[in-house]
C-alpha cells in the first residue's frame, strides 16, 4: 500500500519561497501523474500542479509562473518550488496521484504572513 509523506512547509513571508517535497513508499510512482493539491479551512481540495509520467506539467492559473513541479523517478519523490508567495497561497499542501487515490498523506503546512 503506497505511503505518501509531504515535507518543506513553513512560515514564510509574502515574496519568500518554498520547495516541497513527497516522498512515496510502498509503490513506485514512476508511472503515475502525480499532482500537488491544497486545502485550506471549510474549502475543497484544489490541484494546483500535475506532472505526468514524461514530465509533462500543467497548472492551475493562480500559481501559474510562480510554483514549478519536478519529479525524480529513481527518488520516487516529487517536488514543489514555490516562488513568490502570496498570503493567498496558505493552505495545507498534499501529494497524491492524478486523478488522486483515496489514501492521502498528512500535508504539509504553508503560511504566508508577514
Known amino acids: 500500500q503506497v505511503q505518501l509523506v509531504e515535507s518543506g512547509g513553513g512560515l514564510v513571508q509574502p515574496g519568500g519561497s518554498l520547495r516541497l517535497s513527497c516522498a512515496a513508499s510502498?509503490?513506485?510512482?514512476?508511472?503515475?501523474?502525480m499532482g500537488w493539491y491544497r486545502q485550506t479551512p471549510g474549502k475543497a481540495r484544489d490541484l494546483v500542479a500535475m506532472?505526468?509520467?514524461?514530465?509533462?506539467?500543467n497548472y492551475a492559473g493562480s500559481v501559474k509562473g510562480r510554483f514549478t513541479i519536478s519529479r525524480d523517478n529513481a527518488e520516487n519523490t516529487v517536488f514543489l518550488q514555490m516562488n513568490t508567495l502570496q498570503p493567498e497561497d496558505t493552505a495545507i499542501y498534499y501529494c497524491?496521484?492524478?486523478?488522486?487515490?483515496?489514501?492521502w498523506g498528512h500535508g504539509t503546512q504553508v503560511t504566508v504572513s508577514s
Open positions: 497524491n496521484k492524478y486523478p488522486a487515490m483515496s489514501i
Open positions: 510502498g509503490s513506485t510512482l514512476s508511472f503515475n501523474t
Open positions: 506532472i505526468t509520467p514524461g514530465g509533462v506539467t
